[in-house]
Every structure is written in structure tokens, then in C-alpha cells.
């Protein structure tokens, strides 16, 4: 069997340890080389694969460092991407976030791009954080669907521009994943000191995958490659999401619930109706989930197992249920209120660009239910209005949006209607005139709703819903004007927001978040 050479970015993160530890045991890995900024992060995971450490090289550095990088892709036959900044990183350091999502990723397509010879197959992980908010009204999403950023969302925004960076390059051989909401070992340590707690609204959906099924799927695909197995036309150039499946589809309050759960606490008891957001995160439920797990078998482990997990491995939680809740409460939560990147943190300083963003502003946040049972929570059976639902129907009956074309028929079909008809639903037109049908990965002129005129794949604005607005050039989120004459965008932004509210959200150049009415 053939053996091979992998350069793994991210070594050392959430997930990246999982893969560096299911991929060096594989017979056909001759070598993974790591690039990861953390000299300790390395010394960590070299330690707890210490067994395989002749198969491994080490680059400290930046993603951001071309010669570095130049280095660690030279004469490898895979190249899985997975260096980020995450929140709450990114919230805290933006600058770390534009490196690692955005310039890092530049660099290394450049770098991949000049190699002619033997060029590396690239696996770039994305985020389910480029759909932006959901609710109710569209609890699923697919590939495809638009990419409304939550302002703010430094993380999502970065991310979103690198993937676009990938899907637009000369790279022979890509694919990009798109992670979706994921639980690992140390969930509870690095978010129980942060503000970011609340940004998990009550009702969002959320689908999720572990670092171990993660680590699984990345694992079966380079096996597959290797062995021949892979079905490489329906693989090679696409973009997926990579998901949970059915039985992790929960909502963000019995997210909190499950983790609660291990110190034994619960959500309704630790938390007020105006601590959390009630808008602006992001998270969905996946109509297109099946597409990869049909491919590489790697979803299994459930929510409720991977905490049951966590209980067994670490038994200092179950000392919780020694502790009055009211304690457990007045100092495991409420500490957090006061972070600078919690909403009552917002509200008492009177950030009014975030009040806007999360809430719709301050006013609206006044006006939250003081109890629970006044509160329209989904996953008991209100929708956001208050009638009635069957949320166990919701959860196992996916729903689609309108993406103005057939999505579905073979991509060889695709036609220069199609392109038009996509282009006139975002407000816009397509400037090109003559496209060969199904040529899928040739770049044409699109015009925007603003007259302002973009190049890109038909793939990457019909397949994997790009299109061009001033988030991709600006830290800014213009999402309230454009989707008044954007149909696409419409059908998601107005299931949380007013069509009547007119702000345009943007950072200054230190990162302060501001906003400003439309026509100011």
C-alpha cells in the first residue's frame, strides 16, 4: 500500500488532537507533519502519541508565515486544515481570528497553488457558523443555503471569507467541510469563564457532532482516498456539512441542560429568561446531513453519551450534587453576567450596537418574561409565537428553503438560467453571457443589487451560497437593507428580525462594535 505524507494545521485544537491521534496508527501514514502556534498544545499531544513519534514533524509558527508554510506542505499528499481562532478566542483577539481564518488560509492556498507537481489534496474545515441565525420558521439548512453572518460574528466572518478563498482557488483537488456545532473533553473548562454562555439562544437548533465522530470522518476519507475506495467525482471540489444526525438535533436550551446536567444542575434552575440572547447566534439543523455519513460511516456517538463520558472520566463533576443549587448558581453563573461579553453586561454599559444585534435592542430586552412559563421555549412545544408544535414532528421532518433553482438535478444540467434566476432573487444580475451547461467551476461576472460587480463559480454562489455584499471586504453586516430586495436572504433574516429595522452593524478599526440607521 501506498504510504503518504499528511500536513495537519491545528494539531493541538479541540478536534485536531483527535485526528493527529486516529490518522498516525494508520499502516499507509508515513508522516504527519503539525504546524500549531502552542509549543505546549505539541508537547501535549506528542506526549499522548508518543508511540508514533517517529512519524511526526513539528512546525511552530503562524498559518499566516509563508516560508513556514511553503515547508510544511513540501512533497505531502494531504493537507487537512483545521487552524482557527474559535470563540470566545476570536471575540477577545480578532486580530487572531483575521490571521488563522482569513490570512493563514490565503497563505496556504497560494502555497498549495504553486506547487505543479505532485500538488496536495486539501481538506479545509469550514463552520456551520456562515448560515448565521435560525429559528423555528427554518430550523434546517443545506449547502447552498445563503450565508447571513451574525453580526459581530468576527469568528463566522473570517471563516466565511477563507472558505471562499478555497472554492474560488486553482487548487486541483479540495473539499470543504463544514463543522457543525462540537463537543469535546474540555467543553466545560474553557467556556464557564467567558460571557459566551449567553450568546446560546433558548430556542436555536443545533446539531452535534463530537471530536471523536469528527476525528472518525476525517480519518475515513483519507483511508478511502488511499485505498482507492473514494467516489472522487462526487467528492473532490464540493462542499459538505459535516453533521450529527437526527438523534443529536436538540435546541440550545437543552444543550445547556445536558451540560448542567454533570454537576447537577439544570438550565431553568441556573438560568433567568434575560441571561441568554434571543437572536443573533448561529446554528441549524441539517436537511443534506446524510451526504457524507452515507459516504464515510462516521456519525454515533450521541449527545447524552459524550456527556455520560465526560461524568466517567471525570468524577470531581458528580461533587456537584453535594452543593446547594442556589450556590452552584451564585457562583458558577452569575459571576459570568458581569463578563464584558455577556448581554447584561451589554445592557448595564448600554453597548446599544450589540443590545440591537442580540435582542433588537434595549427595550426589547426590558421586555423579556420575568418567569419561564411565560417564555415560548420550543423544545416544550411553543414556537416563537406561542401556538403549539410538535417538536419531536420538527425534529425528524427536515424542511428546504427556496434556492430559486433545482438544487437537486445533476450539476451537469446546470444552465445559464439558472445562473440568472439565482442572480435576479439576490437583486442582482449575471453580467456573463455565454456559460457552456454544467460548467460548474468556470468563473462569471455576477452584479450585485448595489450595481457592484464580483467574479465567482456558479458552485460556489448556487452550490454553496456565497454572494457578494460589504461583509466580504469590510467588517460590517448590511443584512437588514439588502434584504429588502434580496428574496434568498428574506427567507432566513426576517424569521428574527423586523422588516422595518434599518441598522447597519460594523467594528471601527479597534474592534468597538457600533451601528448605525441606513441612510445616516
Known amino acids: 500500500m501506498k504510504k503518504i505524507k499528511i500536513a495537519l494545521t491545528g494539531a493541538s485544537g479541540n478536534m485536531g488532537e483527535r485526528i493527529f491521534a486516529y490518522l498516525l496508527p494508520e499502516e499507509y501514514v508515513d508522516e504527519i507533519r503539525i504546524l500549531d502556534h502552542d509549543k505546549k498544545g505539541t508537547k501535549e ?31 505531502t499528499d494531504y493537507v487537512i486544515n483545521l487552524a482557527a481562532a474559535i470563540p470566545p478566542e476570536s471575540d477577545k483577539h480578532p486580530d487572531h481570528a483575521i490571521e488563522a481564518n482569513e490570512t493563514g488560509v490565503k497563505v496556504l492556498v497560494e502555497a498549495i497553488e504553486e506547487i505543479k507537481e505532485h500538488q496536495p489534496k486539501l481538506l479545509h474545515t469550514s463552520t456551520v457558523g456562515l448560515y448565521g441565525d435560525r429559528c423555528d420558521k427554518h430550523l434546517y439548512g443545506e449547502v447552498g443555503d445563503p450565508l447571513l453572518i451574525s453580526p459581530f460574528d468576527i469568528y463566522a466572518l473570517t471563516k466565511m471569507r477563507g472558505e471562499y478563498m ?44 463530537t471530536a471523536r465522530t469528527s476525528a472518525t470522518l476525517y480519518r475515513n476519507i483519507i483511508r478511502a482516498d488511499v485505498k482507492g475506495e473514494l467516489n ?13 444526525g437526527e438523534k443529536n438535533r436538540i435546541t440550545g436550551c437543552e444543550t445547556m441542560e445536558a451540560g448542567l446536567r454533570i454537576i447537577s444542575g439544570s438550565f ?41 463520558n465526560v461524568i466517567k472520566h471525570h468524577k470531581i463533576y458528580s461533587l456537584g450534587k453535594l452543593v446547594p443549587k442556589s450556590w452552584l448558581k451564585a457562583f458558577t453563573i452569575k459571576p459570568l453576567l458581569n463578563d464584558n461579553n455577556a448581554p447584561m453586561y451589554w445592557y448595564k454599559h448600554k453597548d446599544e450596537a450589540r443590545m440591537l444585534a442580540y435582542f433588537g435592542g434595549s ?37 428546504r428553503i427556496n434556492h430559486f433553482f433545482d438544487i437537486d438535478k445533476p450539476r ?19 453580467i456573463t453571457k455565454d456559460f457552456k451547461q454544467g460548467d460548474i467551476y468556470k468563473k462569471v461576472e455576477w452584479e450585485t443589487q448595489d450595481g457592484e460587480r464580483f467574479v465567482a463559480c456558479p458552485h460556489t454562489v448556487l452550490y454553496c451560497g456565497h454572494w457578494y455584499n460589504v461583509s466580504y ?35 471601527d478599526d ?11
Open 45 to 75: 499531544i506528542l506526549k499522548a502519541n508518543k508511540k508514533y513519534k517517529d512519524k511526526v514533524k513539528v512546525f511552530i509558527g503562524s498559518l499566516a508565515n509563508k516560508e513556514i508554510v511553503k515547508e510544511l506542505i513540501k512533497d
Open 166 to 209: 478555497v472554492l474560488e482557488s486553482n487548487i486541483e483537488n479540495w473539499t470543504v467541510i463544514r463543522q457543525t456545532a462540537m463537543l469535546y473533553d474540555k467543553l466545560m473548562s474553557k467556556n464557564m469563564d467567558d460571557g459566551l454562555m449567553f450568546h446560546t439562544c433558548v430556542n436555536s437548533p443545533l446539531e452535534w457532532s
Open 232 to 244: 472522487t467525482d462526487n467528492f473532490w471540489k464540493h462542499c459538505f456539512n459535516l453533521t450529527g
Open 268 to 308: 431553568f434552575q441556573f438560568y433567568e429568561p434575560n441571561y441568554p440572547a434571543i437572536r443573533n447566534f448561529h446554528g441549524l439543523w441539517y436537511s443534506d446531513g446524510a451526504k457524507l455519513d452515507d459516504m464515510f460511516h462516521y456519525t454515533g456517538e450521541t449527545v447524552d453519551e459524550f456527556w455520560d
Open 363 to 399: 427595550k426589547k430586552y426590558e421586555q423579556l418574561p420575568k418567569k419561564w412559563e411565560d417564555f415560548n421555549i420550543l423544545c416544550k412545544g411553543k414556537d416563537l409565537d406561542g401556538n403549539p408544535v410538535d417538536y419531536e414532528y420538527l425534529r425528524t421532518h427536515p424542511t
Open 412 to 430: 451537469s444540467e446546470l444552465s445559464i438560467d439558472d445562473l440568472k434566476k439565482v442572480a435576479e432573487a439576490h437583486g442582482g444580475k449575471l
Open 473 to 507: 471586504k469590510e467588517h460590517a453586516w448590511d443584512f437588514d437593507r439588502l434584504s429588502k430586495k434580496d428574496k434568498i436572504y428574506a427567507q432566513i433574516w426576517y424569521d428574527r428580525h423586523e422588516q422595518n429595522e434599518d441598522n447597519y452593524y460594523y467594528f
Open 510 to 520: 479597534k474592534f468597538n462594535a457600533y451601528y448605525r440607521k441606513i441612510g445616516d
